[in-house]
């Protein structure tokens, strides 16, 4: 019993995800870091309102952030007089020697620190950050033809062989 309901509560609830960072993106490794966010943040992410498009992460001053990640005003809050920037910098929550390694890693020429997704596990908001190196043309395009061949061949075998 505990078993299952330990796994129900790890399972993660996802929120926004970046569906182009595949495409543009090699991907090298893959963090999960918290987010530092204020209470009417949490409560528009619940209601999954949130996108990721144009946002990257930076380390600065020992600590890493992500710049550009918006998240809309929670239409219920009445706090007119303090208004949230929507795309305010927020900082990432992570061990230190992670925060270090990424760091070094970010210092390479090329590399790039870009949200996956965001989503909710054991109820605190997470983002899932990934060293990236950025694509070109002709690497994209082989992506396109490796899927495309993929496809074909799924496609001669779909009906051939029933059993």
């Known amino acids: 019993m505990d078993k299952k309901k330990k796994k129900e509560d790890d399972e993660k609830q996802l929120v926004a995800s970046h569906r182009k960072a595949r495409r543009f993106y ?22 999954g309102r949130a996108s990721l498009d144009g946002c990257f992460g930076r380390h600065e001053g020992g600590e890493l952030f992500l710049f550009n990640f918006y998240i809309p005003p929670y239409r219920f809050c009445t706090d007119a007089a303090n208004p949230l920037d929507s795309r305010r910098t927020r900082k990432l929550l992570m061990k230190r020697a992670d925060i270090d390694r990424i760091g070094r890693s970010l210092q390479t020429k090329g590399l790039t620190l870009i949200p996956l997704e965001v989503y909710f596990r054991r109820g605190w908001a997470k983002v899932a950050l990934a060293l990236a190196h950025g694509k070109r043309g002709p690497d994209r395009r082989d992506d396109l033809k490796k899927k495309a061949v993929a496809r074909e061949a799924e496609k001669s075998f779909k009906g051939r062989y029933r059993g």
Do not use: W, Y
Request: proline share 5%; hydrophobic share 45%.
């Open 26 to 47: 090699e991907i090298l490794e893959v963090f999960e870091a918290g987010l530092q966010l204020l209470g009417p943040e949490v409560k528009s992410l619940r209601e």
